[in-house]
């Protein structure tokens, strides 16, 4: 694993922008593994305002998203496809055919896991993965449990990533209680992870995924083992690790 240390979330949306720009540069035709959640959208608004400026061209892009709400239609605002389409899709020249989003209003939802694995598959795998960590060090929806799930699958929200996701809903009963997320096979066939967090809250999760077993109970620690893995911080997130771990920015 390889860890930078920025200044501020706006360095750390800056270099992460950074990164899936060289990316796509070297690759145009990229496959692009993309996260929801507050810590990616600086990031998605330094990829806009490049693509606009046209250091980035997104037109043989493909995507694909860590997960979706099981059973919120498309439509609702905190559905991720909006999220995806709000911050990022509508705004870059990418051909919507290459949007990958599970479809979590599917009526088969095992049909569904299993032909988001297969597109994966299909595609390639994917070049860069972008990820974000819960309180909990979960990454995509894989939550603190027992064993890691290789494939795409239907989960039970944790009551802490429930509580931490009411901020974007009006009511806690509100917030779906399960999703269709990747699973941490999928992680490791990424050739490269780019796992970013910011925030003093990130800190225990970021040491535990740095230091700690890995064990299924910290799902992003099993990140120690990818070969390509590159965490970028900010300095509250970072707050718990040593200095001779991580190079600044
Ligand atoms: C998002 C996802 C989640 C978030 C995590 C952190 O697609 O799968 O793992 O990355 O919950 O969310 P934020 O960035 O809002 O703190």
Redesign the pocket.
């Known amino acids: 694993m390889r860890i930078i240390v920025c200044e501020n979330y706006e360095e750390v949306s800056k270099k992460a922008a950074q990164m899936i720009l060289s990316q796509v540069t070297l690759k145009p035709n990229s496959v692009l593994g993309l996260?929801?959640?507050?810590?990616p959208v600086g990031m998605y608004k330094n990829l806009i305002q490049m693509n606009k400026e046209r250091y980035i061209d997104f037109s043989e892009v493909k995507t694909f998203n860590?997960?979706e709400y099981y059973n919120l239609p498309r439509t609702n605002e905190e559905s991720?496809y909006h999220f995806m389409y709000e911050n990022l899709f509508n705004h870059i020249n990418i051909n919507s055919e290459n949007v990958n989003i599970p479809n979590g209003m599917a009526e088969d939802i095992e049909a569904e896991c299993a032909r988001y694995d297969e597109a994966i598959k299909e595609s390639g795998g994917i070049d860069i993965q972008v990820?974000?960590?819960?309180n909990n060090a979960?990454?995509?929806?894989n939550e603190p449990t027992v064993n890691f799930e290789k494939g795409t699958h239907l989960v039970e929200l944790d009551e802490s990533?429930i509580q931490a996701n009411s901020r974007f809903f009006d009511d806690i009963d509100d917030v779906p209680k399960k999703a269709i997320t990747m699973g941490v096979g999928a992680i490791f066939k990424s050739k490269k992870i780019m796992l970013l967090a910011c925030g003093e809250n990130k800190a225990e999760a970021i040491y535990n995924t740095v230091y700690g077993k890995v064990i299924p109970e910290v799902p992003a620690s099993i990140l120690q083992f990818h070969n390509d893995t590159i965490i970028i911080l900010d300095k509250a997130a970072a707050k718990l690790l040593k200095k001779e771990d991580y190079k600044t920015a």
């Not at 996260?35 to 810590?39: L, Q």
């Open positions: 996260a929801t959640g507050s810590t860590l997960d991720y990820l974000g960590i819960g979960h990454i995509r929806f990533t």
